[in-house]
T-cell receptor
Framework: SQQGEEDPQALSIQEGENATMNCSYKTSINNLQWYRQNSGRGLVHLILIRSNEREKHSGRLRVTLDTSKKSSSLLITASRAADTASYFCATVQPLYSGAGSYQLTFGKGTKLSVIP | DSGVTQTPKHLITATGQRVTLRCSPRSGDLSVYWYQQSLDQGLQFLIQYYNGEERAKGNILERFSAQQFPDLHSELNLSSLELGDSALYFC?????????????FGPGTRLTVT
């Protein structure tokens, strides 16, 4: 089942503009991660934010987390054509209560197109 | 390049057949995860192995099975294949034994069932 839901489903911007993608989730989380996937290829880990963190930066990426609203956002500043990809948020969910097993649950992604 | 390798890249087979997908984790990673990505279901977690033992099980069908060998490579076996099994299958690896660690994904195996 999908836990994270990204919004928008698709986003098209000009090179140099900022891109913002949002993720909402339903249950409490341990951490939230963002991944990028170029068409038909493997996912690349971008950033991990823990449930007790509110904001995190990595290069041109800024991630925020609001656990009260169960939402996160990914901001890519000064976008480049090479940023064209699908972006997924993934939340860490326990599989069985008390068993210490977890899984990453992915949303369906935001497809970002950066036009040169 | 994530350091995770998967073979084969593409696989075309007929319904009812059985296939084996192979994954080698990054050097030093003990956990291997398998995922299925399809257009309608998105990216679904199937199963995790840690240091040779099954660690977590997700939405894996009974027709599917996996194992991790002493050299830490892993195989995902899919049997009695159906058209709906056509998908991209990814493996990922991480250093630790639970999902909250960041995961490194392989390039995937595209399975087409005809």
């Amino acid at each position: 089942s999908q836990q994270g839901e990204e919004d928008p489903q698709a986003l098209s911007i000009q090179e140099g503009e900022n891109a913002t993608m949002n993720c909402s989730y339903k249950t409490s989380i341990n951490n939230l991660q963002w991944y990028r996937q170029n068409s038909g290829r493997g996912l690349v880990h971008l950033i991990l934010i823990r449930s007790n963190e509110r904001e995190k930066h990595s290069g041109r990426l800024r991630v925020t987390l609001d656990t009260s609203k169960k939402s996160s956002s990914l901001l890519i500043t000064a976008s480049r054509a090479a940023d064209t990809a699908s972006y997924f948020c993934a939340t860490v969910q326990p599989l069985y209560s008390g068993a210490g097993s977890y899984q990453l649950t992915f949303g369906k992604g935001t497809k970002l197109s950066v036009i040169p | 390049d994530s350091g995770v390798t998967q073979t084969p890249k593409h696989l075309i087979t007929a319904t009812g057949q059985r296939v084996t997908l192979r994954c080698s984790p990054r050097s030093g990673d003990l956990s291997v995860y398998w995922y299925q990505q399809s257009l309608d279901q998105g990216l679904q977690f199937l199963i995790q192995y840690y240091n040779g033992e099954e660690r977590a099980k997700g939405n894996i069908l009974e027709r599917f099975s996996a194992q991790q060998f002493p050299d830490l490579h892993s195989e995902l076996n899919l049997s009695s294949l159906e058209l709906g099994d056509s998908a991209l299958y990814f493996c990922a690896s991480s250093v630790g034994d639970w999902a909250p660690y960041e995961q490194y994904f392989g390039p995937g195996t595209r399975l087409t069932v005809t």
